[in-house]
C-alpha cells in the first residue's frame, strides 16, 4: 500500500488538490474571499449528563428514544423527523402527540436488540432508564460511543438528592440544546412553571394527604421511595408520601410498615396487566389493612406509570393527583 501511495498522488496532481495535502474546502473558500461555513447557532454545545460528557457540533439526525418518557420529551419539542426508531411504552402515548408518534418506526416492544438498533444506524440514543444502556447486551454507553453513536440518559437516573421539578426543566432545557431548539425547550419550561403555580395556588393552606403508592407486590409492597420525581409530584399535589424516608426512587416495603405509617390514601401505579380493579382488591381483602385510613375509607388514586417518570407529563400530573387528593380545593 505505502509504494502505491506517491504514483497515486502523482495522478493527483492532474486533477483538483483535494487529497494528497491539497486545500481543504475551507481554504478554498478563503481563497476564493468566500466565509468557511460557519457553526450552527448554539454550537458546539458540551454538555455532561450523568457523568458522560459530550460536544456537538450540530444536532443529532438519526435518533433512537427507548421509554416513553424520553420518547415524549423529543415529540413535545417538534424532533419527531429526527426519530427513526423508538422503543418501550409503558402505557399510552400523550393524545397530544399521537400522530407524530406514529410517523416513528417502532423498532422493538421493549429494548431492541444490539443488531436491530445498529441497523437503524442512529448518530443518538435517548435512553429514559440506566437500562436502555445495558451492558450485558451490548447497549452500554461506551460501547455505543465506541461505535460512533452520541448518547442521553434521563436525569432522573443520576440526580444528586432528590429529584425534583427543577430536574424536569434542566432535562427539557438540556434537549432542546442538543438538537438546537432551545426556545422550545423554554417556550415549554415557562408554560410548565405556571401550570405547577397555579396548582400551588389552588392547594394554598391544604392540609397535605398522607399517601401509600402502590406499585406491586404481594409478600412486600413495592412502592415509591423518596428520591424519584414521583416523590415529588405527590408533594406538589397536596400529599405526604409516607416512604418518602425510602432513598431510592423505588423499593420494597414490608405491609406491617405500611400498616405501622396509617396512610390516608392510597396512590396506585396503573400499568402492564395487572389492572387498578385487580391492585384495589388485593388491597381491599388483605385482612391486615383493614384498619389503614385509606382502605377503611376506600380513598384510592390512580396515576399512569408513563405520569410518574421525569418527562413532560410531570406538570399535569401533578394537577392531576391534586384533583384526587383535593377534589374541593382544585378545578
Known amino acids: 500500500m505505502s509504494s502505491a501511495l506517491p504514483a497515486v ?22 481563497t476564493q474571499g468566500k466565509p468557511a461555513a460557519s457553526a450552527a447557532p448554539g454550537f458546539p454545545y458540551t454538555v455532561t449528563n450523568c457523568g458522560v460528557t459530550t460536544t456537538y457540533q450540530a444536532p443529532p439526525k438519526r435518533v433512537v428514544t427507548m421509554n416513553q418518557h424520553v420518547t415524549e420529551i423529543m415529540l413535545a419539542l417538534g424532533l419527531e423527523k429526527s426519530l427513526v426508531g423508538t422503543a418501550w411504552l409503558d402505557d399510552r402515548i400523550l393524545p397530544a402527540y399521537e400522530k407524530a408518534y406514529k410517523s416513528v418506526p417502532v423498532l422493538a416492544a421493549e429494548y431492541p436488540s444490539k443488531e436491530k438498533l445498529l441497523a437503524a444506524a442512529p448518530d443518538f440514543v435517548y435512553g429514559g432508564y440506566a437500562s436502555a444502556f445495558d451492558a450485558k447486551d451490548g447497549r452500554s454507553r461506551d460501547e455505543l460511543k465506541a461505535a460512533g453513536i452520541n448518547t442521553r440518559l434521563n436525569l432522573e437516573n443520576c440526580a444528586d438528592g432528590r429529584t425534583t421539578m427543577e430536574d424536569v426543566y434542566r432535562e427539557v432545557e438540556e434537549t432542546g440544546r442538543v438538537f438546537g431548539v432551545p426556545e422550545r425547550a423554554k417556550r415549554w419550561i415557562t408554560e410548565a412553571r405556571a401550570t405547577v403555580e397555579s396548582t400551588a395556588g389552588e392547594l394554598k393552606g391544604v392540609r397535605p394527604v398522607s399517601v401509600f403508592v402502590y406499585d406491586s407486590g404481594d409478600r412486600t409492597a413495592f412502592t415509591a421511595g423518596g428520591k424519584g420525581i414521583g416523590n415529588e409530584l405527590i408533594r406538589l399535589a397536596g400529599g405526604r408520601n409516607v416512604f418518602a424516608d425510602l432513598d431510592k426512587t423505588f423499593g420494597d416495603a414490608t405491609w406491617e410498615q405500611v400498616v405501622a405509617r396509617r396512610p390516608e390514601t392510597v396512590v396506585i401505579y396503573d400499568y402492564g396487566s395487572t389492572t387498578v380493579a385487580q391492585k384495589e382488591k388485593r388491597l381491599l381483602d388483605d385482612p391486615a389493612l383493614k384498619d389503614i385510613p385509606a382502605i377503611k375509607n376506600r380513598s384510592f388514586a390512580v396515576m399512569p406509570l408513563s405520569d410518574v417518570v421525569l418527562g413532560v407529563r410531570a406538570p399535569e400530573a401533578i394537577e392531576r393527583l391534586a384533583t384526587q387528593l383535593h377534589p374541593t380545593r382544585t378545578k
Not at 502523482?10 to 486545500?23: D, I
Request: glycine fraction near 10%; charged fraction near 5%.
Open 9 to 30: 498522488c502523482a495522478v493527483l496532481v492532474l486533477l483538483p488538490l483535494t487529497a494528497c495535502g491539497g486545500p481543504t474546502a475551507a481554504d478554498s473558500a478563503a
